[in-house]
């Protein structure tokens, strides 16, 4: 139980573009999710906060029209990332927990690169 | 700001030998993770300490917390080559947020 997906695994993109990333709860209700980005050799930093049919919490020095979050049902969270960089390539991650369950429950990540 | 420090960032240790991550955090919190993380891939779930004292074991670590020294421990006993990879440890900072640790970098030797 309490799988998390991620779509697509990977993606390669160009500058300039736009890439939306999928992040899905499998067998629970997820009314909480979470963004992080994990550079090369580096830990995770977590992006926003997304609870369902609400707007997206974005932690301080993370621009919110950049990085888009849609947290559209309890079982799916989009980010899209605006107007790619080069600096935007990252690892992607994101978490899921259910009510005031203290557990999260990571998704296997996004590759972003963008060329 | 809460700011989450751990040491060592690397070890490199022999196959059989017991060795201690440590996990300082700045400001008070109710609970601490620890994850595991294998190149390339995300995050593993290994311990949720939600209060003082909490002592957790699964196989060959152990992690432990004193809130009252802001202080968790990861400890490895008898360290085998499989247990090769990043350790993270991560404290809610309110809301289930997380901020994680620098990570530690453990390499197993046979």
């Known amino acids: 139980g309490a799988v998390v997906s991620q779509h697509p695994s990977w993606v390669i993109c160009k500058s300039g573009t736009s890439v939306k990333i999928e992040c899905r709860s499998l067998?629970?209700?997820?009314?909480?999710m979470f963004w992080y980005r994990q550079f090369p050799k580096q830990s995770l930093m977590l992006m926003a906060t997304?609870?369902?049919?609400?707007?997206?919490?974005?932690e301080q020095g993370v621009e919110k029209d950049k990085f888009l979050i849609n947290h559209a049902s309890l079982t799916l969270s989009t980010l899209t990332v605006t107007s790619a960089h080069p600096e935007d390539s990252s690892f992607y991650i994101c978490?899921?927990?259910?009510?005031?369950?203290?557990?999260?429950?990571f998704g296997p990540g996004t590759r972003l690169t963008v060329t | 700001e809460l700011k989450v420090e751990q040491n060592p960032l690397f070890l490199s240790m022999q196959e059989g030998k017991n060795y201690t991550i440590y996990c300082n955090y700045s400001?008070?919190?109710?609970?601490l993770y620890w994850y595991r993380q294998d190149p390339g891939k995300s995050l593993e779930s290994l311990f949720v300490?939600?209060?003082?004292?909490a002592v957790k074991q699964e196989g060959r670590l152990m992690a432990s917390l004193d809130t009252k020294a802001r202080l968790s421990t990861l400890h490895i006993t008898a360290a085998v080559h499989d247990l090769s990879a990043t350790y993270f440890c991560?404290?809610?900072?309110?809301?289930?947020?997380?901020?994680f640790g620098e990570g530690t970098q453990l390499t197993v030797n046979p």
């Open positions: 997304s609870n369902e049919g609400s707007k997206a919490t974005y």
């Open positions: 991560a404290v809610d900072k309110g809301g289930s947020r997380l901020t």
């Open positions: 400001t008070t919190s109710d609970r």
């Open positions: 067998d629970f209700q997820a009314t909480t």
């Open positions: 300490l939600l209060s003082n004292g």
């Open positions: 978490s899921a927990s259910q009510g005031s369950s203290y557990e999260q429950y």
